[in-house]
Nanobody, 127 residues
């Protein structure tokens, strides 16, 4: 059974940085896509970024492009998202998600496509 455990959330000031980690276990992930989503209070879940485990190919939401960087360490089975130039509107619970998939990025923007989810980690950006 795939398990995902996020860490690294916290409180940061406007313009600050955080790095979230997602430790994955329970499978070989070579054919997986790993994604980050977020959900702010009263809002729908939102795609943030994703990476194909085998190739390292990445995709970002327009709202974070140029500020966030997703990466993976295949030796540690861990996915990261480095978040720079954080804004108050980035405040949300951030979730790591995974799916065994070769689908196009357009399909993988929906959280419904993902089979496995972490418990979430809170990111709060103060103004």
């Amino acid at each position: 059974q795939v398990q995902l455990v996020e860490s690294g959330g916290g409180l940061v000031q406007d313009g600050g940085s955080l790095r979230l980690s997602c430790a994955a276990s329970g499978s070989t992930f070579s054919s997986f896509v790993m994604g980050w989503f977020r959900q702010a209070p009263g809002k729908e879940r939102e795609f943030v970024a994703a990476i194909r485990w085998s190739s390292g190919s990445t995709y970002y939401a327009d709202s974070v492009k140029g500020r966030f960087a997703i990466s993976r360490d295949t030796a540690k089975n861990t996915v990261y998202v480095q978040m720079n130039s954080l804004k108050p509107e980035d405040t949300a619970v951030y979730y790591c998600a995974a799916v065994r998939s070769l689908s196009r990025w357009s399909t993988l923007l929906s959280g419904d496509e993902y089979d496995y989810w972490g418990q979430g980690t809170q990111v709060t950006v103060s103004s």
